[in-house]
């Protein structure tokens, strides 16, 4: 199993709205990421946590709480959202070997396009 | 230091023609140089990767092209097919330091 499963696919929230955006793998990662894409950028690197931890946080808002319960799942949770934050949300997982991440391959899911009204 | 500069930000190549993508970087401590493939709507799917200590990686109609001291490097796309039309992302990553993307390049292969 190679995939990076996440969810929901779509979501439409207000901006006093509370939501989660899940992410799963089963390929024994230990580092697992969120990044936020708009259209037609590069992926942004949002939180890295490695074996649970967060270990890195790219100056995002408050409003967005990363929350790894296990090894295996990657949760994003959302509250008072504003409309430029919509965007392609992306989870990854790679492999973790020791103190380093072993870059050789980060798999990506296939995103939840977040749109805030 | 930390920048992948990535051109040409658009292409459009002939059905069986060749597809070339440039990537050039600074910091001399990246290690991995990985290209994203990504369809509109969906996260990016790693392409094909190389490491410094070769010059050159092939898989399939894909070929990865490292010049360690020019500091680029690129990606070729052999008989481009209408289904390669996606957007590309070159990057670059170290041991120690998190994955830096290039801006993309739009392929469009005409039929």
């Known amino acids: 199993d190679t995939e990076v499963t996440q969810t929901p696919k779509h979501l439409v929230m207000g901006m006093t709205n509370k939501k989660s955006l899940k992410c799963e793998q089963h390929m024994g990662h230990r580092a697992m990421y969120w990044y936020k894409q708009k259209a037609k950028k590069p992926p942004e690197l949002m939180f890295v946590y490695s074996y649970e931890k967060l270990s890195i946080n790219e100056s995002v808002p408050s409003r967005f709480s990363p929350e790894c319960p296990n090894s295996s799942l990657l949760n994003l949770h959302l509250h008072a959202l504003q409309p430029e934050d919509s965007a392609l949300y992306l989870c990854a997982s790679s492999r973790y070997k020791g103190t380093q991440v072993l870059n050789t391959e980060a798999f990506f899911g296939q995103g939840t396009r977040l749109t805030v009204v | 230091q930390q920048q992948v500069k990535q051109s040409p930000q658009s292409l459009i190549v002939q059905k069986g023609g060749i597809s070339i993508i ?15 493939q990504q369809f509109p709507g969906k996260g990016p799917a790693l392409l094909i990767a190389i490491r410094p200590d070769v010059s050159e990686k092939k ?51 005409l039929p």
């Open chain 2, 22 to 36: 440039n990537c050039a970087y600074e910091n001399t401590a990246f290690d991995y140089f990985p290209w994203y």
């Open chain 2, 59 to 109: 898989e399939g109609r894909f070929t990865i092209s490292f010049n360690k001291s020019a500091k680029q490097f690129s990606l070729h796309i052999m008989d481009s097919q209408p289904g390669d039309s996606a957007t590309y992302f070159c990057a670059a990553s170290s041991r120690r330091d998190k994955i830096i993307f290039g801006k993309g390049t739009r392929l469009h292969i």
